[in-house]
Structures are given as C-alpha cells and as structure tokens.
C-alpha cells in the first residue's frame, strides 16, 4: 500500500479494532478479532498507537518503526502496549478511564535514506537519526504539534538519541524519512 492512503471506512475498521482489542483486555476478553482479515491488514506494516486524555495530553505510545509482521498483528501489539506497558504512564485500569481517551494510529510507509537533513520536509516526513550505535525517531506529526522548525526538530531528535544538541550537523549522523497516514476517533476535539 506504499503512501496509498486507507478509505474512511477502513480507517474506522482500523480504529475499532484498537479499541475493541484495549477493551477486551481490560474486560478480561483475550481476543479482539476481525473475521475474515481483510487484506490491507494482511500487508507487512508498522504502526504507532497513540492515546491522548480529553484535555489533549499524551497517555501512551508504542510503535514500531519497521515492519516485522502483518498490520493486523501490529495493530494489536502497539494497542495493548500503549495501553498496559508504556513505561512513562501507569497502565489504564478501568474501561471508565478508557472511554474518555482519544485513539490515533499512525500507520508507518517503509523508511529511506536521504543524503541530507535539507531533503527533510518538517510535517511530511517522519525522522530517523542515526549516529554510530546511537538513534531516535519522531513521528512526522511531532514537529508541526510543537511548532519546530528544522533546526529545532534535529536538535531535539539529537538529545532524544542521547547525544549533543548539534549532532545532527556532525558528517557522520545519517537520517532516513517515512510518511505516516495518521488518523484517530477525534473525541478531543
């Protein structure tokens, strides 16, 4: 599906899958399922699933950067992992709790090298900074929501990596770009 975007129907299906697999668990249920599985949740995919309060604040996020299994099994991964496991936050413990969080699945294209941070497009393109061993990422929604320009953004990406505020500058950092088709049940707004 490269940057093909999903239809509103599919992107509903989507986002009622998450949900219905963080309420199952939370209920008790182990398994959300949908039958059949259509095919664009067949296709090796990576996915972030995020979790906002009613007042916007981040409540949880876990993703995936490359693709490893099918986004139907990425999907439900990150759901419960934003859910339960997001080390910043303590688990959602009640269904009360969860029906006033608002659900944004950002589903990931495949990542490419780009010669240089001017190839970057600040609310397009989603960043991976690579420096040795070192690396971070920022989903493309992550500047614009903070209001970074370039410059910005690649020196927040490059403390986020733990290195120095200019490493992104240094000859031997390497970024890579992907698009993110981001969309979310819209209870905050």
Request: glycine content about 4%.
């Amino acid at each position: 599906m490269s940057d093909k975007d999903y239809t509103k129907e599919q992107k509903d299906e989507i986002l009622s899958f998450v949900k219905n697999t963080i309420k199952n668990k939370l209920e008790g249920i182990e398994n959300a399922t949908i039958t059949p599985i259509p095919e664009h949740l067949k296709e090796q995919r990576s996915c972030f699933v995020t979790l906002h309060t009613k007042d916007g604040a981040l409540r949880g996020c876990i993703g995936h950067i490359m693709a490893f299994e099918p986004l139907y099994d990425n999907l439900k991964r990150n759901a419960l992992n934003a859910a339960l496991q997001d080390p910043r936050f303590s688990p959602i413990k009640s269904i009360e709790e969860f029906s006033s969080i608002n659900v944004e699945v950002s589903i990931l294209t495949p990542a490419k090298k780009v010669d240089s941070y001017s190839d970057i497009i600040i609310g397009e393109h989603g960043v991976i900074l690579k420096n040795g061993s070192r690396n971070a990422v920022f989903l493309p929604q992550v500047a614009p929501e903070q209001g970074w320009d370039i410059q910005t953004t690649l020196m927040h990406l490059s403390m986020k990596a733990g290195l120095p505020p200019n490493a992104w500058e240094l000859p031997e950092t390497q970024f890579e770009v992907f698009r993110a088709i981001v969309f979310n049940d819209n209870k905050t707004s």
